[in-house]
């Protein structure tokens, strides 16, 4: 599992460090919708533009909507960006022995609970919600003041050169590789210890059962924190046992909450927030895999 992960593992490191180096927040705050279903149509396909992992994917969404991105927008990007991009999918794909189906339940359940919980959160939240209050939350930035009132915005600092961005991409990637590694390496040790030490008639009856089957995998989704350019490996390992209602649920729940993020939404979001995005993800993923499960079998 962890040899043929760390190829995608490494791909999306260097991508998300270019990203990270030369996509601006300004550019995308200014092309994003005025209406809020496009703006939620939007969060959820810009994850196919901008891929990112759920590991640095709240510094991400935090910063725009410190910018001035509408919270649900915010939120569909944060939920669906780690598993719509081009290389998880293309992991997936690997993964499932070439199969399209699995990618196209695991896309398409993640755009569908992302949408509907962005919906939710705009129902029930007004304002950016971002632990940092007052108008430091609210004020733009230099580039995206310059692009709405030029004359009050301060002058910018000279462009790095092509070089110190280049070595800024390389960091970021180091950086990312090594912190994303050890949970793959302790995700695909607890999977095999489960598929080891566990007997397989017990993983058989967890598995033959679709609301519990679905309910084991968002915890061990929860608990394994794996990366989302990884865990469709891990998932694959328990096709014998479990659906693919609960394998659905595994891919989709893990990448958008799991022990390492929630951490960094409390730190960047206010608790009631955190709580309710994570019970809204967690109830509309669990009945869109018992659909899935129903569908596909």
Not at 102 to 127: K, P, Q, T
Not at 160 to 187: C, M, N, Q, T, W
Not at 216 to 242: K, N, P
Request: aromatic content about 10%; hydrophobic content about 55%; glycine content about 10%.
């Amino acid at each position: 599992m962890i040899m043929e992960a760390i190829p995608f593992v490494l791909i999306g490191v260097l991508v998300s460090g270019v990203i990270q180096t030369f996509v601006t927040e300004a550019w995308i705050a200014r092309i994003m919708p005025r209406n809020m279903l496009l703006r939620t149509c939007f969060g959820c396909g810009i994850g196919l533009l901008f891929p990112s992992c759920e590991c640095g994917i709240v510094p991400i969404t935090r910063r725009l909507v410190m910018k001035g991105m509408p919270l649900n927008a915010g939120v569909a990007f944060m939920l669906s960006g780690p598993i719509v991009n081009p290389i998880v999918l293309f992991a997936t794909f690997i993964a499932f022995g070439n199969d399209w189906r699995m990618v196209g339940i695991r896309a398409g359940l993640a755009i569908a609970v992302a949408f509907c919980v962005s919906l939710a959160v705009a129902l029930i939240f007004r304002g950016p919600q971002l632990r940092q209050a007052g108008a430091e939350a609210h004020a733009p930035s230099a580039p995206v003041a310059a692009a709405l009132e030029p004359g009050l915005a301060p002058a910018l600092p000279p462009k790095p050169s092509a070089g110190a961005r280049l070595s800024s991409v390389i960091a970021h990637g180091i950086d990312e590789f090594f912190d994303v590694g050890k949970y793959l390496v302790i995700g695909a040790l607890l999977a095999a210890a489960m598929q080891t030490y566990i007997p397989t008639s017990y993983l058989l009856e967890l598995g033959s059962d679709p609301l519990k089957a679905s309910l084991v995998m968002l915890v061990l989704a929860f608990v394994m924190s794996v990366c989302s350019e990884a865990d469709a490996f891990i998932a694959s390992s328990f096709r014998s046992s479990f659906t693919v209602g609960s394998l659905s649920a595994f891919m989709v729940f893990g990448p958008m909450i799991d022990i390492k993020n929630t951490l960094m939404l409390l730190g960047a979001f206010r608790t009631r927030f955190v709580v309710t995005l994570i019970a809204l993800v967690a109830g509309f993923t669990l009945v869109g895999s018992l659909i899935v499960g129903r569908l596909f079998g």
